[in-house]
């Protein structure tokens, strides 16, 4: 009996390294490349005609919280955001510029405040996503809760964490990060691509 075992013992550790090799070659046939995902993903938005989204929008400020619902459209002529809520600056649309971000409706300017020390608001937070989706380095990715998990780095002390639809990469939910701090968090819905 002792025989058998020692036999069995053996048999089992020369197996051992091709099963291994057979089941990292079977997860490697299904492994994405999420890398090529990323950057055609990328090339896509930087030559769309137009883009369009509505965003939900949560700003944490040191000392607030503001949320927002907000419509981005892009076309060739440049990207705009438009205040669908709060109902009380409904409609104004936010231009922004590398010097922060102005509303402006008429001739009324208003200043929605910095999240942090390099400029981000609440309204300047669509398109630095999207310049992050667009051209930023990707840090790392990961799977969860059925979705592709991606960190981006637009800048050096800028962190953008987009959750995708695995299938068709298209954004769902995304975080921004400057310094270590989450500053705004973003959830996307009726993206439409032109």
């Not at 992050?132 to 380095?137: N, Q, T, V, W």
């Not at 639809?165 to 701090?181: K, T, V």
Request: hydrophobic share 40%.
């Amino acid at each position: 009996m002792l025989g058998y075992k020692t036999f069995m013992e053996d048999a089992m550790r020369r197996l051992y390294p091709l099963l291994l090799c057979l089941c990292l070659m079977l997860t490697g046939c299904q492994r994405r490349d999420i890398q090529a995902e990323f950057e055609a993903l990328s090339s896509r938005l930087a030559e769309s005609g137009s883009l369009s989204f509505t965003a939900n929008v949560r700003a944490e400020y040191e000392d607030k919280t503001a949320r927002f619902t907000l419509g981005y459209e892009e076309n060739a002529e440049g990207g705009t955001v438009t205040v669908l809520a709060p109902e009380l600056i409904k409609g104004i649309k936010a231009h922004v510029g590398p010097g922060g971000t102005q509303l402006q409706y008429d001739s009324v300017v208003l200043d929605t405040g910095s999240l942090d020390n390099f400029g981000l608001s609440p309204l300047s937070s669509l398109p630095v996503l999207l310049q992050a989706l667009k051209a930023a380095h990707l840090d790392s990715f990961w799977e969860e809760d059925g979705m592709s998990v991606l960190q981006l780095e637009p800048e050096d002390q800028l962190k953008c964490t987009v959750w995708f639809e695995s299938e068709s990469m298209i954004p769902l939910r995304a975080e921004i990060a400057s310094g270590d701090r989450v500053t705004v968090y973003i959830e996307i819905s009726d993206w439409n691509e032109g």
